[in-house]
């Protein structure tokens, strides 16, 4: 978007600002439109024009991007309301045209659009001074599943755009011989990350190629430390042999540092493995002994675009969830390899996407998942479960840091390129010892035997881990579906973004309903839809009766059962659907067989913790969410899910210490706010407890805040969260565990029982109520007989 087209060459009156935290701001910089309430999706939807530049948006994908779960008047209802409202509040024509929609450049301008234009005119410095931050950093629409997914690409799209500008500027500092200059974007490409080994090399070479070489080795220091404090991992080869030649030339050469010329993929094991130094005299005659040293380059991925990432696109998060992995190893501790007797690990980075179209994201996404599902058939192979992998999505590390955070041994990664009904899949497993490749395919099938390859890789895998498949683990994981539209719209319903709110479960449910219609025999849809239907139980707020909804979760999960009895999927579906009734003999069967069919699942894991604290087992409940955290190392929820255990289990305070390090995750955890409520409330420090629920919007766990409200003296607020959570149970019918919760704040034990017989007529009683948070209840005689009715002895 540029403003040339204004004939009258005035400044608009307003900009806005997108790179950074999102706002719209006038001639005298007050901001015009705040990001809280109404106004964040009049933010999001000017933010999405700004981006889309001079062509701007149709109707249709901005309807599509916002309101993708309703009918299409409704939708066109909605922006028209959108577009009136946004003219209303500025009082200027802000936009052009009907269809598409664009920004008009006389009214108002954008920083993601002065950018993308400086970027075009080859102004790469005016472009990186533009750019304030990560596009719409910290900024989000819950309800709006399909706007976060185009969110997240545009956020990778621009950081890329921003960190090639800066790599081009550095290396045509280098190329002028503008030390200085050199120094300076190579910092800056560290700050987008500061743990990069290409970053580091790229900097300790730039100061040492202006004559400081005591720079270049205080940075190294430092870089060495951040490793050892963020990762738990030592420097990589590369960087350790570079800062050994620095160290050893410090007080008797100079150093020019030349990037090392290429190699073939065939050949880049050897490359890498090969010497660092290759000294060469220069023509200067006043220097007396000028060396070159070849600067080392990190493994290269095997291929070079990214497919736009689902969830886990945001670079906060990242670091977030680097951060979240207690270190597991000291620094410089060699890794458990394979070839040696130890365990192998392996971990499956995120496939790429080159066929050039975003639709065809959570196709590769889910091929991913497959791939994992069945390379954890293998026995004695520890493979590190969806998300922690899915953190490193286009991160372009090197693989050898990967594998340190990861804890494995092994990468298995590689790309995917569809061609209408044609699919292409190259592979490769690397060594995490030294980055070479230990075995590479290239795949060229039909669409519809895409499991037939997943199955060949898990084969070639084993074969070269010296390993072998389980005998009685069919292949591949889940069953292939008669139609392959089928399973694309259930991949597009696995997205987790899908369970962040009501109307985004709502539209995963129609996904899967639309995937059973066309394939009424794929059995992963039907489990999907068992889980997406307890989703929207937890909820609270839902216009279908609940009863009716436990109906048809049970009736889906069976089905997948029957029609796949090697799911586990199905069977932890199910176990869930038993354990929300109370049939806990029932769900932990079924748990079982689902864990000892995909043992890296971390949500049945989870789900298991959940039985153990329903049998008064906290110990056992902190041993399952501990295996969770295990195979998934980064992510948050199984992090989470350590954190309540480990207050279940006598030990608050580590346990918020755990949940600290997550509560800047983005998208926020709903959980959080309620488990570091019950932690503090276990300390009976009522004060914080308060203040960790204040800020969530949720029915659920508002009974919490309600009963340490009470607990720590508030009773007048408390009866207010008690008044609006009865009016809320009466008018659904469902809630009445979060009324008994502030009952047994306020010392009602009568009414405390009362309402926890109604909780279990309306499902909502809750495993919390095992918690020693309730000891007071639990020594009641009553109790004894609530703990009768529900099945536990």
Not at 120 to 149: C, Q, T
Not at 389 to 405: H, M, P, T, W
Not at 704 to 727: I, P, S
Request: aromatic content about 6%; charged content about 25%.
């Amino acid at each position: 978007m540029t403003s040339s087209s204004d004939d009258t060459n005035a400044p608009p009156k307003f900009r806005l600002r997108t790179l950074g935290t999102v706002r719209l701001v006038g001639a005298a910089d007050d901001t015009v439109l705040g990001e809280h309430g109404n106004h964040r999706r009049r933010l999001a939807l000017l933010a999405v024009l700004a981006a889309s530049g001079e062509h701007g948006r149709s109707r249709d994908h901005l309807m599509g991007l916002f309101w993708p779960e309703v009918s299409q008047a409704h939708a066109r209802h909605c922006l028209g309301q959108l577009l009136y409202a946004i003219r209303t509040s500025l009082d200027e024509d802000v936009f052009t045209g009907v269809n598409p929609i664009r920004l008009n450049p006389a009214s108002l301008d954008s920083d993601i659009g002065a950018f993308t234009d400086a970027l075009a005119r080859g102004e790469l410095e005016a472009a990186v001074e533009m750019y304030g931050g990560m596009f719409l950093d910290g900024f989000h629409l819950s309800d709006a599943p399909e706007f976060e997914r185009w969110m997240d690409t545009e956020r990778r799209r621009i950081e890329r755009s921003y960190i090639d500008a800066l790599d081009r500027l550095a290396k045509n500092a280098e190329g002028a011989r503008d030390s200085a200059a050199a120094v300076r974007w190579r910092q800056k490409l560290i700050e987008t990350d500061p743990v990069s080994s290409k970053h580091a090399i790229g900097l300790i070479r730039a100061l040492v190629n202006g004559g400081d070489h005591a720079a270049a080795l205080k940075y190294a220091e430092r870089y060495e430390a951040i490793l050892g404090q963020e990762l738990g991992t030592s420097v990589g080869r590369e960087v350790a042999e570079l800062v050994a030649e620095v160290r050893a030339s410090e007080k008797t050469e100079s150093l020019v540092i030349r990037p090392r010329t290429r190699h073939s993929h065939t050949d880049s094991a050897a490359a890498s493995g090969a010497s660092a130094t290759t000294a060469r005299e220069q023509g200067d005659p006043d220097r007396s002994a000028v060396r070159t040293i070849d600067a080392v380059p990190t493994t290269r991925r095997l291929v070079s675009r990214r497919s736009p990432i689902a969830l886990y696109g945001v670079v906060a998060f990242v670091l977030a969830a680097l951060l979240v992995a207690t270190p597991w190893r000291r620094p410089g501790m060699s890794h458990a390899l394979t070839r040696g007797g130890a365990t192998p690990s392996i971990a499956v980075l995120p496939l790429a996407n080159l066929s050039g179209d975003s639709r065809d994201a959570a196709l590769v996404d889910g091929l991913t998942e497959e791939l994992t599902g069945v390379v954890a058939r293998i026995h004695r192979l520890r493979v590190v479960a969806r998300t922690s992998a899915f953190v490193f999505k286009n991160s372009g590390l090197d693989v050898r840091r990967i594998a340190d955070s990861l804890r494995v041994s092994n990468i298995l990664e590689g790309s995917v390129e569809r061609i209408g009904q044609r699919v292409r899949v190259q592979v490769r497993l690397v060594d995490a010892r030294d980055g070479s490749t230990r075995w590479s395919e290239t795949y060229d099938r039909e669409l519809k035997d895409i499991f037939a390859v997943q199955s060949e890789i898990a084969d070639a895998v084993a074969q070269e881990l010296d390993l072998q498949l389980g005998p009685d683990s069919p292949m591949p994981r889940r069953g292939s579906p008669q139609n392959i539209a089928a399973y694309e719209l259930y991949l597009r319903a696995s997205d987790p973004a899908l369970t962040r709110s009501d109307s985004a479960a709502r539209l995963g449910v129609e996904y899967l309903r639309q995937a059973i219609a066309l394939d009424s025999t794929y059995a992963p849809a039907y489990a999907g839809l068992a889980r997406m239907y307890l989703r929207l139980l937890v909820a609270q707020r839902i216009a279908t009766s609940w009863r009716e909804l436990y109906a048809l979760a049970e009736s889906v999960a069976r089905r997948a059962v029957a029609l796949d009895d090697s799911l586990a999927e199905a069977h932890a579906a199910l176990g869930e659907m038993l354990m929300a009734q109370y049939d806990f003999a029932g769900a932990e069967t079924e748990l079982r067989h689902a864990a000892a069919i995909d043992p890296i699942d971390s949500r049945t894991r989870r789900s298991l913790a959940t039985l153990d604290y329903w049998k008064e087992r906290p110990g056992d409940a902190l041993a399952e969410a501990n295996r969770a955290a295990e195979n998934d190392p980064l992510s948050p929820s199984a992090q989470a899910e350590v954190a309540l255990a480990l207050c279940a289990n006598g030990e608050s305070a580590e346990g918020l210490e755990r949940l600290k390090r997550i509560e800047a995750v983005r998208p926020p955890l709903l959980r959080v706010p309620e488990y570091t409520q019950v932690c503090h409330a276990m300390r009976e420090d009522w004060t914080a407890a308060v203040s960790a629920m204040r800020a969530s919007q949720e029915y659920r766990g508002r009974g919490f805040l309600g009963y340490a409200l009470a607990r720590g003296g508030q009773r007048h607020e408390a009866f207010t969260v008690l008044a609006d959570l009865t009016r809320h149970s009466q008018s659904t019918g469902q809630g009445a565990f979060e009324v008994a919760v502030v009952y047994a704040g306020i010392g009602d034990r009568d009414r405390a029982f009362e309402w926890l017989d109604r909780s279990i007529e309306d499902r909502t009683l809750s495993s919390n109520i095992m918690l020693p948070l309730f000891d007071n209840l639990h020594s009641d005689p009553r109790f004894a007989r609530l703990r009768r009715k529900i099945g536990l002895s």
